[in-house]
């Protein structure tokens, strides 16, 4: 489940326990239950309070924490050992369907971001340079978003992709290794020849960082 849905579903819950509360006592004199109804309804309330407030800090304990890692902001950085499983999606040059198979044989650097995320607009420049630098080496950087195709034409007239730019219709289009990387984004991972994910990179990255991931499999 994503921190957002987590944090707006504590909202409702909150928003909804103190009207309950003050429907029973905002026009009550004594501030207090006067007959077995009201003190149910007041528990009920109160415990709709209390389950929200422990989603809210078990919504915090899993926000990620973020450190510094030589001069970028990262949240996370694992090596894996993971087969990709494969993906249809669509080119937002011309709207043609592809799939992640069809660059087997290459080092693919799968970057999933979107429009409105600001350290993804950052990495934009990184990933481009990186892309031009280490095409000729068999890299190829898939740029894929879930968001609407003309929306990613009109972003991309402004701030232009080198890489290969994607979408797909949403998060549950992807395979499981790869869906949360819709959830805090930038997120990316490091695909081999052979077609296996050797690294998962959550947070935004900068071109010595990429380089250095995709170095060891090109």
């Known amino acids: 489940m994503s921190l957002t849905l987590i944090y707006s579903a504590a909202l409702v819950m909150i928003v909804a ?71 249809g999606f669509r080119l937002i040059a011309d709207n043609s369907e592809t799939t992640l198979n069809t660059y087997r044989g290459k080092v693919v650097l799968l970057n999933l971001w979107a429009t409105w995320c600001g350290p993804c607009l950052m990495e934009i420049p990184e990933l481009n340079r990186l892309q031009a630098d280490f095409e000729d080496r068999g890299l190829v950087i898939l740029s894929i978003s879930d968001e609407d195709s003309d929306l990613l034409r009109n972003f991309e007239k402004s701030t232009p992709l080198r890489t290969v730019g994607g ?16 959830t805090v984004r930038p997120t990316s991972y490091i695909i081999d020849r052979e077609g296996t994910v050797r690294r998962y990179m959550l947070g935004a990255g900068n071109y010595g960082l990429f380089k250095e991931a995709i170095l060891p499999y090109l």
């Open 167 to 182: 979408y797909v219709p949403g998060e549950n289009a992807l395979p499981k290794l790869f869906r949360g990387g819709f």
């Open 17 to 87: 326990g103190a009207g309950f509360l003050y429907m029973l006592f905002g026009r009550n004199p004594k501030r207090r239950p006067q007959n077995a109804i009201e003190w149910l309804g007041a528990s009920m309330s109160v415990l709709l309070v209390g389950c929200a407030a422990l989603l809210l800090v078990l919504a915090m304990r899993m926000q990620p924490r973020e450190e510094n890692i030589e001069g970028r902001t990262a949240i996370e950085d694992a090596m894996l050992n993971e087969p990709a499983q494969d993906f």
